[in-house]
């Protein structure tokens, strides 16, 4: 059972339009992460946050931006999407000492 | 840096027989290692962790792991596999003592299990 939810499930969405990606937890997790991966391929870190107000980019550039005004909610933005953000998103978080918990992610296709 | 190797992109097995993936790391101080598991349009599940003490981890599912500080290992094993088992899984890797490092993962082994 996830203990971090992801919204929408699967998006397909014209090229141009403005998203966001909710992620919500409910387990107090300080730090919070989004990975993008291609399907069947690797996870690339492209956000991650320690806790309230604080935002980080990750290993992978991206166009997406993060906010973390709530402890509980970190959703991903996509001003302008574009056929290569094509992807699935994964959320996740972590405490001290503990596993990455992850949701079961948003695939999102531009066309 | 902290790096995660895979060397198999793909494992295949039949069904019954025992199963190894492999996972190589390299971290500055101790590692905390962790096995993911991911089936098709989901997220990562957890199968197991090491932090430290027993070097032989167990797991979810029947699933355990083996840790070898010389050798910097942690492969996964099953004794017997099951075509439950096929998905694709994933080794990361964390400096235990340094909680503001990011957890590294390696690219991923797929693993097929042939009835």
């Known amino acids: 059972e996830a203990d971090i939810y992801q919204t929408p499930r699967y998006l397909v969405i014209g090229t141009g339009k403005k998203i966001t990606l909710e992620c919500s937890q409910t387990m107090g997790h300080d730090k919070m992460y989004w990975y993008q991966q291609d399907p069947g391929m690797e996870l690339h870190l492209i956000h991650y946050s320690y806790g309230v107000n604080s935002t980080e980019k990750g290993d992978l550039s991206s166009e997406s931006t993060v906010s973390r005004i709530r402890t509980e909610h970190f959703p991903l933005t996509l001003e302008s999407a574009r056929p290569s953000h094509t992807s699935q998103y994964l959320c996740?978080?972590?405490?001290?000492?503990?596993?990455?918990?992850f949701g079961n992610g948003t695939r999102l296709t531009v066309t | 840096a902290q790096s995660v190797a895979q060397p198999e992109d793909q494992v295949n097995v039949a069904e019954g027989n025992p199963l190894t993936v492999k996972c190589t790391y390299s971290v500055s101080g101790n590692p905390y290692l962790f096995w993911y598991v991911q089936y098709p349009n989901r997220g990562l599940q957890f199968l197991l962790k090491?932090?430290?003490?027993?070097?032989l981890v167990k797991g979810s599912y029947g699933f355990e792991a083996e840790f070898n500080k010389s050798q910097t290992s942690f492969h996964l094993k099953k004794l017997s596999a099951l075509v439950s088992d096929s998905a694709l899984y994933f080794c990361?890797?964390?400096?235990?003592?340094?909680?503001?490092?990011?957890?590294?993962f390696g690219p991923g082994t797929r693993l097929s299990v042939l009835p």
């Open positions: 990361a890797v964390r400096d235990r003592e340094n909680y503001g490092q990011n957890f590294v």
């Open positions: 996740a978080g972590s405490s001290y000492n503990s596993p990455l918990h």
């Open positions: 090491y932090i430290t003490g027993d070097n």
